[in-house]
């Protein structure tokens, strides 16, 4: 804070105390007088208040707080850009504590360090830290359950987008992954054509437009760029499986076209920097669990 800040706090916080000590002290005299005297006040024709000073313990405790109040003050922070003589902080605490926790994670994890990602999904101990970790860095996205949501990979199937190699899940982790699906261009006719073509690749030709999906059929084409000519997908790309009914942003007719309509972009952020190797094998281990 600026000096003028500084010495407003200074004069504020000083000025409280001693005002604190000078009332307590101003009225801690007796009146001198033999007789007892009272407030004046009366209530209910003969209940006064007497007014006499504090007791001795009473008195003397309020002594104790304000000397705890200059001892505070003169070891720590109060005093505008007084530091106090420790010179403490709550960033220094914080990183105390930051580093103290490191320590007992590095001492935590060392007991997987020669494990293989096969060996540390099956470990129970090691799963039971990973959950912590996934929900503390990946259950907002994908849930509490690992079971996603609508844009969101539900991670407990088999349908993988960039494949399920233990290198393909930790690259994940690590780097984190774009995706992409365009806008095609196509008019509104042309995407109902589409959409029911696509519907039929998943074994729902009951739901589809046999007539509109045999003119889709043909536009397909236009999609097998990502999506390969069986519509399998394709993990280089993270373009989906069109032929197993797993829907990332919904299997509606409606939910579809509108894919294709408006496109989409699929972030999913990088925690290179934010976990250590350790945690990211734990968490690659992990997710190569919920689908077993």
């Not at 994670?105 to 060996?119: G, P, R, S």
Request: charged letters at 20%; one cysteine or more.
């Amino acid at each position: 804070m600026t000096d003028g800040w500084s010495w407003y706090v200074i004069i504020l916080v000083v000025g409280n105390i001693v005002g604190v000590a000078w009332l307590l002290f101003a009225t801690s005299q007796s009146n001198g007088k033999d007789e007892e005297s009272t407030t004046g006040h009366v209530w209910d024709e003969t209940l006064q208040e007497y007014n006499n000073p504090l007791p001795k313990w009473w008195l003397w405790l309020f002594v104790i707080t304000i000397g705890m109040a200059i001892i505070y003050l003169y070891w720590y922070p109060g005093l505008g850009n007084y530091k106090g003589a420790l010179k403490w902080t709550q960033m220094s605490q914080f990183e105390e504590a930051r580093e103290d926790m490191i320590d007992r994670q590095k001492v935590a994890f060392e007991k997987f360090a020669d494990l293989e990602l096969t060996d540390l999904a099956k470990n129970e101990k090691a799963m039971g830290t990973a959950s912590r970790l996934f929900s503390n860095n990946c259950a907002s996205c994908h849930g509490s359950a690992a079971q996603g949501a609508k844009g969101f990979p539900n991670l407990t199937d088999n349908d993988w987008l960039y494949g399920n190699s233990p290198e393909q899940i930790e690259h994940s982790i690590v780097k984190g992954r774009a995706g992409v699906m365009p806008k095609l261009g196509l008019s509104d006719v042309q995407i109902v054509q589409v959409s029911n073509y696509v519907l039929t690749l998943s074994g729902r030709e009951a739901e589809a437009d046999a007539e509109e999906a045999k003119k889709g059929e043909a536009l397909f084409a236009t999609c097998i760029a990502c999506h390969g000519p069986d519509a399998k997908g394709m993990h280089a790309l993270g373009a989906p499986n069109l032929t197993d009914d797993i829907w990332l942003h919904g299997s509606e007719l409606a939910d579809i076209q509108d894919v294709i309509r408006e496109g989409r972009q699929g972030q999913m952020p990088a925690h290179e920097n934010l976990l250590t190797k350790a945690e990211t094998r734990l968490l690659t281990a992990y997710v190569m669990s919920l689908s077993k």
